[in-house]
């Protein structure tokens, strides 16, 4: 009887890659953007209005070029009408697809109330448009959350530092676009450089608070099964380490604290300028370490 040995040599599939990552980090700056806007139109908070309508603009343009990352993403991307056409109910992409239709539509209403000054119908768009943002960047958190075989993305906290990461990188967005406008409006000067330093304030507590929720997750995976462990491990001292560490956590957040929180430097425009940019590339990292990082250990 002869002995008969198959070897089988099969590839590490990984579906999802940088053009779902920079969709979810598009949709997160679109989001935060979008939030942003609303604080004069939406509540009333008058000294946001100057950044309004640049906010609402960015967060519209960046919500239109998102979607095509799932598209060129898609292997077959003219039958991304299926979507609409096939439903299940159980899938977060489902509702997804028609949020990534309602939510430009109402973007561009809002924008156009905005524009022509009529505050009340501004405010109503403003004000329903905020659940729509939120929806449309959590849910993507919900698509990776309910990856059960996917140890990095099955974690209930995913849709919340999906959210924080999102307020984040817009905040960081909008006091870069605020720099533009001090370079180019040096009538309104002071104006600008009061908002820079109000939204350093306010980027300060949101990376404080992604921090916070990273290290709950880090704990959880730490303190979890065997598979969990090698998932910390991966992203800590493994093949992902240098973009999560070094890029995420020490480029992305700690310089950035220390730039808007030393005595010496807090006030500075440039200062500023830097910690935002730095922000915006950790971000980044951080939605590439979750797609790409997560599909790097074998499913569970």
């Known amino acids: 009887m002869v002995e008969v040995r198959e070897i089988y040599n099969v590839q590490h599939e990984m579906p999802l890659g940088i053009l779902i990552a920079n969709y979810f980090y598009l949709t997160g700056l679109s989001a935060g953007s979008f939030i942003l806007s609303t604080l004069a139109y939406g509540f009333g908070i008058q000294r946001y209005k100057p950044i309004s309508k640049s906010a609402i603009i960015l967060a519209t343009v960046l919500l239109l070029v998102a979607p095509i990352n799932l598209v060129v993403d898609l292997e077959q991307p003219f039958r991304f009408y299926h979507l609409f056409l096939y ?16 939510y430009p539509i109402c973007c561009i209403v809002y924008t156009y109330y905005m524009f022509r000054e009529n505050l009340k119908l501004a405010k109503i768009c403003g004000l329903v448009g905020i659940p729509l943002a939120l929806l449309v960047h959590g849910y993507t958190g919900f ?3 309910l990856g059960k075989a996917r140890i990095l993305w099955n974690t209930a906290l995913m849709p919340t530092i999906f959210l924080v990461s999102a307020m984040v990188s817009g905040l960081a967005l909008m006091i870069l676009v ?8 040096p009538d309104q000067r002071n104006t600008y450089k009061d908002l820079v330093i109000d939204l350093g304030r306010i980027l300060v507590f949101t990376i404080i608070v992604d921090l916070a929720l990273i290290g709950c997750d880090l704990i959880v995976l730490f ?14 001292k493994g093949s992902f380490a240098p973009l999560f560490v070094g890029v995420e956590i020490f480029l992305g957040s700690v310089i950035p604290l220390i730039l808007l929180l030393m005595p010496f430097v807090r006030k500075s425009l440039i200062s500023h300028a830097v910690a935002s940019v730095l922000v915006m590339i950790g971000i980044f990292a951080m939605r590439y370490v979750m797609v790409v990082g997560g599909q790097s250990l074998p499913l569970s």
């Open 178 to 185: 605020v720099l533009i406008m001090y370079i180019f409006k």
């Open 223 to 236: 303190t979890s099964h065997h598979d969990a462990y090698h998932a910390a491990m991966l992203i800590l």
């Open 143 to 145: 698509i990776m959350a």
């Open 87 to 102: 439903f299940n109910f159980t899938s977060p992409i489902t509702y997804g697809s028609f949020l990534l239709t309602v």
